[in-house]
Nanobody, 126 residues
Framework: QGQLVESGGGLMQAGGSLRLSCTMS????????MGWFRQAPGKEREFVAA????????YYSQSVKGRFTISREGVKNMVYLQMNSLKPEDTAVYYC???????????????????WGQGTQVTVSS
């Protein structure tokens, strides 16, 4: 099974921007849909954004739509999350995820996904 590695988290003031990156290694064959989830202290992991293997399909949660942008490099298994206009409620550990099915990644429960990165902390101060 491949490995997902995130980078780019940190501390930012409200209104600022951060960019997260994720690389999947160790897998060959067809490219995967990739996405981001987040988990705040005491809360369940929640979906943030997903992008299909060829970037033809993209989906955002309502809470980040218009502020966050997910992208990937061609059909490579590398994905980015540009986070603008950050709010304190965006504070969470952000996890990269991958799945062979874009529909599963974008619309199913996080429990249906078994390929995760280690997570990167994003903290937004008011």
């Amino acid at each position: 099974q491949g490995q997902l590695v995130e980078s780019g988290g940190g501390l930012m003031q409200a209104g600022g921007s951060l960019r997260l990156s994720c690389t999947m290694s160790g897998r060959s064959g067809p490219s995967y849909a990739m996405g981001w989830f987040r988990q705040a202290p005491g809360k369940e992991r929640e979906f943030v954004a997903a992008i299909s293997w060829n970037s033809a399909s993209i989906y955002y949660s309502q809470s980040v739509k218009g502020r966050f942008t997910i992208s990937r490099e061609g059909v490579k298994n590398m994905v980015y999350l540009q986070m603008n206009s950050l709010k304190p409620e965006d504070t969470a550990v952000y996890y990269c995820a991958a799945h062979s099915s874009y529909t599963t990644l974008a619309y199913s429960s996080w429990r249906d996904i078994d390929s995760w990165g280690q997570g990167t902390q994003v903290t937004v101060s008011s």
